[in-house]
């Protein structure tokens, strides 16, 4: 079945440094990729997606792009804030109202 | 700005009781979801509901588990007997008809903690 993989954390940065977190997926056809976040205490909040190899999804400094090639979908920002700390999701939908299947998350830690 | 919303925030009870979560998903939104998140563990898809019926169950949704849309608006998972494992943060979320790549929105949450 469809799966995802990203990098086991956490991950502990100082601010202003360069990020990448890991993804990685397993799907028959062609699947939606997305990452979401969660701040402490705080429910799943959509951080950017991509529908279609080669699309680029992008918010908030964040950006990730759809490798059909590698089966990737790696998260980077280029100067990380304190604010960003959080666990981030990786995430696959398959097909129309099918549900999300997530990889375990990754936890940011980021320090001045 | 539209949004799900999940009552109550934090739910504690014993092993044993039967608890009912709750979730207003958007109002427009069709197809309509349950995750559940151990603590520090990944979000697992627990079911998924289309049409005033289950579309997709996961393992882990089974005979203790239910779902139901009693009226227009709420969206209900039920636990029937809990057990000490079923302590866990339960996420609704919600998608509007429009396709694989549409984002789904997640409520806050509901912290179930069973003693």
């Known amino acids: 079945g469809d799966s995802v993989t990203q990098m086991e954390g956490p991950v502990t940065l100082s601010e202003e440094a360069f990020l990448t977190i890991n993804c990685t997926y397993t799907a028959t056809g062609y699947p939606s990729l997305f990452w979401y976040v969660q701040y402490p205490g705080e429910g799943l909040q959509l951080l950017l997606k991509a529908t279609k190899a080669d699309d680029k999804g992008s918010n908030k400094g964040f950006e990730a792009t759809y490798r059909k090639e590698t089966t990737s979908f790696h998260l980077e920002k280029g100067s990380v804030q304190v604010s960003d700390s959080a666990v981030y999701f990786c995430?696959?939908?398959?097909?129309?109202?099918?549900?999300?299947?997530f990889g375990k998350g990754t936890t940011l830690s980021v320090s001045s | 700005e539209p949004e799900v919303t999940q009552t109550p925030s934090h739910q504690v009870t014993q092993m044993g009781q039967e608890v009912i979560l709750r979730c207003v998903p958007i109002?427009?939104?069709?197809?309509f979801y349950w995750y559940r998140q151990i603590l520090g563990q990944k979000v697992e898809f627990l079911v998924s509901f289309y049409n005033n019926e289950i579309s997709e169950k996961s393992e882990i949704f089974d005979d203790q588990f239910s779902v139901e849309r009693p009226d227009g608006s709420n969206f209900t998972l039920k636990i029937r007997s809990t057990k000490l494992e079923d302590s866990a943060m339960y996420f609704c979320a919600s998608v509007p008809i429009g396709g694989g790549n549409t984002e789904a929105f997640f409520g806050q949450g509901t912290r179930l903690t069973v003693v």
């Open positions: 995430a696959l939908r398959g097909q129309a109202g099918t549900a999300l299947i």
């Open positions: 109002s427009n939104h069709l197809y």
